[in-house]
Each structure stands twice: as C-alpha cells, then as structure tokens.
C-alpha cells in the first residue's frame, strides 16, 4: 500500500525505521513528506499535520498473557500494570482510563518491547490496535487477544500541513487502490 501510493503520487517510497512517536514531528519539519504507519485520526493530531480520508478503520483491545481472565472492557485495566506504545491512541485511553502520569501504565517506544513486557510478567496488559493484537500474539506464544474492540478508529495517512496537492493525489490513489482491492476476486 505504501508503495502503491507513493509511486502514485511521485514520491520515492522508503521504509524509515522509527519510533511511532517522531512520525508527526518529521512531517512537521519535512524530514518525511508523508506517513502511512497506522496513524488515527484525531483533532489533536489534525492541528499539527493534514491526513488524508480514512483508508483503514481499526480499534484498540487488550492482550494479555494465556490464562489470564478479567480483561474485557478498558475499564478493567484500571489498578492493574499496562503497556502501550508512547504517541499511539492507546497510550491516550489507557491514560484516560488509569489517570495521566499513573505509575503503573509503562510507555515504550516500540510495541515489540511492550509484549515483551507482558511476556516476563512485569505487566498485566497491552493495549493496542487490534491489527498488532491479531499479528503479535500468533508470533509470540502465551499471549492472547481479551477483548472486544474498546473503539472504532480511522487510519489515515499523513502529510504535512498546508501540502493540498500531495494531499489530494494521495486520497485520488487512495480511492484507487480501494476501488481495485475491492474489484479483486482474489480471496484475501
């Protein structure tokens, strides 16, 4: 998808490796002209950069480890030690649900690490956008998706404020790529 996209509006497509949590403050500055890396939709995020129609709609959930119970609803992290990854939607419900700057909710900048966490036990949950809670468990053994999804989220891509023409030719590729996957017989 990200190649498709920035071939189609005449960028060079390059995988960049860093934290979540940079990926507006580079578009900011212009050191990414665009990011497609599962970014949500929010009015807070909409002051800093511009993001294109929703491509994707996810939700956050909770994973724990095997055998674990009582986790269904974002209410049941409260008193308990959560994970999330710093800048994510995720991060921002489980601060609402547990307070802000609350000791117990740990805050990595790579989701990799989070899972470790819950893995050695020094965490009782991760919350997480339901896409990563589907992929990470199946890599990870003795971890388990616990909840139905808490929220319904719009992904979007990212681009820098002001730019309408990247902006517009990413949403008409967008479109695109959405017409021709859903004309695909293909089974997915």
């Known amino acids: 998808f990200t190649n498709a996209v920035a071939k189609e509006v005449g960028l060079a497509g390059r995988m960049h490796n860093q934290s979540f949590d940079t990926l507006i403050e580079g578009n900011e500055t212009g050191k990414i002209d665009a990011a497609i890396s599962g970014m949500t939709i929010t009015d807070a995020r909409k002051e800093k950069v511009d993001f294109s129609e929703p491509y994707?709609?996810?939700?956050?959930?909770?994973?724990?480890?095997?055998?674990?119970?009582?986790?269904?609803?974002?209410?049941?992290?409260?008193?308990?030690?959560?994970?999330?990854?710093?800048?994510?939607?995720?991060?921002l419900m489980a601060e609402e649900a547990?307070?802000?700057?609350?000791?117990?909710?740990?805050?990595?900048?790579?989701?990799?690490?989070?899972?470790?966490?819950?893995?050695?036990?020094?965490?009782?949950?991760?919350?997480?956008?339901?896409?990563?809670?589907?992929?990470?468990?199946?890599?990870?053994?003795?971890l388990k998706n616990s909840s139905p999804p808490t929220s319904e989220?719009?992904?979007?891509?990212?681009?820098?404020?002001?730019?309408?023409?990247?902006?517009g030719k990413t949403n008409q590729c967008q479109r695109k790529l959405r017409v021709n996957a859903e004309s695909d017989p293909t089974p997915k």
């Open 153 to 167: 989220e719009p992904y979007g891509t990212v681009v820098k404020k002001g730019t309408a023409d990247l902006l």
């Open 56 to 91: 994707y709609y996810a939700a956050q959930v909770i994973v724990v480890r095997e055998g674990t119970s009582g986790f269904t609803k974002i209410d049941d992290i409260k008193g308990k030690k959560v994970g999330v990854q710093l800048g994510t939607t995720g991060a």
């Open 98 to 142: 547990m307070g802000e700057d609350n000791p117990d909710l740990k805050q990595l900048r790579k989701y990799n690490m989070v899972f470790s966490e819950l893995k050695l036990s020094r965490i009782d949950a991760v919350v997480v956008d339901k896409p990563v809670a589907e992929a990470y468990p199946k890599q990870a053994d003795g």
